[in-house]
Structures are given as C-alpha cells and as structure tokens.
Nanobody, 126 residues
Framework: QLQLVESGGGLVQPGGSLRLSCAAS????????IGWFRQAPGKEREGVSC????????YYADSVKGRFTISRDNAKNTVYLQMNSLKPEDTAVYYC???????????????????WGQGAQVTVSS
C-alpha cells in the first residue's frame, strides 16, 4: 500500500520560497503519476501541478506558472514542488497524490488520484 508524506511547509514572507517534498513508502514511485493540490480555507481544492512517471510531462495551474516547479527523484522515491515568489494567495494546505499508470501522462483532476498525503500547511504572510 502506497503511503505519501508531505513535508517542507511553513510560514514564509511574500516573495519568499519553499520546497515541498512528497516522500513515498510502501511502494516505489516509478509507476505513479504525481499531482500536487492545494486547498485554502473556505475554498475548493485546486490542482497546482502534476508530473508524469518519467518526469518529462508536467502541467501547472495558470496561477503558479513561472513560479512553481515540480520534479521527481525516483531513486529517492520523492517528488518535489519548488515554490518561488510566493504570494499571500498561495496560502493553503498542500497535498500530493498518486495514481498508478504506465502511460506517460498526468492530469490535475483530483478524482484521478488514488493515494493522498496528509497535507502540509503553507502560509505566506508578512
């Protein structure tokens, strides 16, 4: 059974950076598409980014494009979300999610994913 654990969240000032990690256990990530999602208080969950099994296909929400970068290190069984130029509106709980596939693809639709982490709080405030 795949388990995901996010880390790296915290409090940062506007314009600052954080790197979230999504570490997997119970299985290797080689055959899992990974997505990052976030949910702010009172708002619906939204897709932030996703990465295919080979890492060659990535997508970003328009709101984070150019500021966030998703990457994966299958040898370390970990996926990362580098977040730069953070804004107060990036404040949310961030979740990583996984879906087993052999297809080189990824989607930012929450219903596609089968395994979810517990979430990491990111707060952007001065």
């Amino acid at each position: 059974q795949l388990q995901l654990v996010e880390s790296g969240g915290g409090l940062v000032q506007p314009g600052g950076s954080l790197r979230l990690s999504c570490a997997a256990s119970g299985s290797t990530l080689d055959h899992y598409t990974i997505g990052w999602f976030r949910q702010a208080p009172g708002k619906e969950r939204e897709g932030v980014s996703c990465i295919s099994i080979g890492g060659d296909i990535t997508y970003y929400a328009d709101s984070v494009k150019g500021r966030f970068t998703i990457s994966r290190d299958n040898a370390k069984n970990t996926v990362y979300l580098q977040m730069n130029s953070l804004k107060p509106e990036d404040t949310a709980v961030y979740y990583c999610a996984a879906h087993m596939t052999v297809q080189p693809m990824c989607v930012m639709f929450g219903g596609y994913y089968d395994y979810w982490g517990q979430g990491a709080q990111v707060t952007v405030s001065s």
